[in-house]
T-cell receptor, first 114, second 109 residues
Framework: DAMVIQNPRYQVTQFGKPVTLSCSQT?????MYWYQQKSSQAPKLLFH???????NEADTPDNFQSRRPNTSFCFLDIRSPGLGDAAMYLC?????????????FGPGTRLTVT | GQNIDQPTEMTATEGAIVQINCTYQ??????LFWYQQHAGEAPTFLSY??LDGLEEKGRFSSFLSRSKGYSYLLLKELQMKDSASYLC??????????WGAGTKLIIKP
């Protein structure tokens, strides 16, 4: 089945220790998104790629970086995690951004910072 | 600024009908989405409205009034598995999705 896969599902890191979350997709979608979602809050868009074009949200901290080496994979790097970065990180894909293009979400990675 | 408002929590009885409202103020409008999110899981797509009116899909229906900046999700014949958060999201003039915080729906037997 075509899908969005995120690894790991649960990640524990230490304060200040870099961590990388990964996302892969078999949908061959052009667009990949990274969201941060804290408990009972709306998903917050961090950045997205349209093909190789990187789009950073204005309020995404510099501590968060992303890489998309090919269509299938996208990575979220948190350079120096703080306690406030503990959250669920959701990767999503869509075929495009115009008209009706729903976003397909992966299962998420729950990040704990100790 | 851009804003999506939904009730924080609602409770309903198994077998009943519930309506979850969403009001929005965004810079432009290019469609409204409803997603379902079970606790600890990723959101899954439920419905999409871009024109005024009602879209029906099985037990779920979604309504849109663009002039009022208003939508609702109607769930019929509620089942215990419908206990989840329901997120309303609007695509703005830049085709970015603006998300609401979600409505936690609790179904009681």
């Amino acid at each position: 089945d075509a899908m969005v896969i995120q690894n790991p599902r649960y990640q524990v890191t230490q304060f200040g220790k870099p961590v990388t979350l990964s996302c892969s997709q078999t949908l061959n979608h052009n667009v990949m998104y990274w969201y941060q979602q804290k408990s009972s809050q709306a998903p917050k868009l961090l950045f997205h790629y349209y093909d190789k074009d990187f789009n950073n949200e204005a309020d995404t901290p510099d501590n968060f970086q992303s890489r998309r080496p090919n269509t299938s994979f996208c990575f979220l790097d948190i350079r120096s995690p703080g306690l406030g970065d503990a959250a669920m990180y959701l990767c999503a894909t869509s075929a495009g951004t115009g008209d009706f293009h729903e976003q397909y979400f992966g299962p998420g990675t729950r990040l704990t910072v100790t | 600024g851009q804003n999506i408002d939904q009730p924080t929590e609602m409770t309903a009885t198994e077998g009943a009908i519930v309506q979850i409202n969403c009001t929005y103020q965004t810079s432009g409008f290019n469609g409204l989405f409803w997603y379902q999110q079970h606790a600890g899981e990723a959101p899954t797509f439920l419905s999409y409205n871009v024109l005024d009116g009602l879209e029906e899909k099985g037990r779920f229906s979604s309504f849109l009034s663009r002039s009022k900046g208003y939508s609702y999700l109607l769930l019929k014949e509620l089942q215990m598995k419908d206990s989840a958060s329901y997120l309303c999201a609007v695509r703005d003039s830049n085709y970015q999705l603006i998300w609401g915080a979600g409505t936690k729906l609790i179904i009681k037997p």
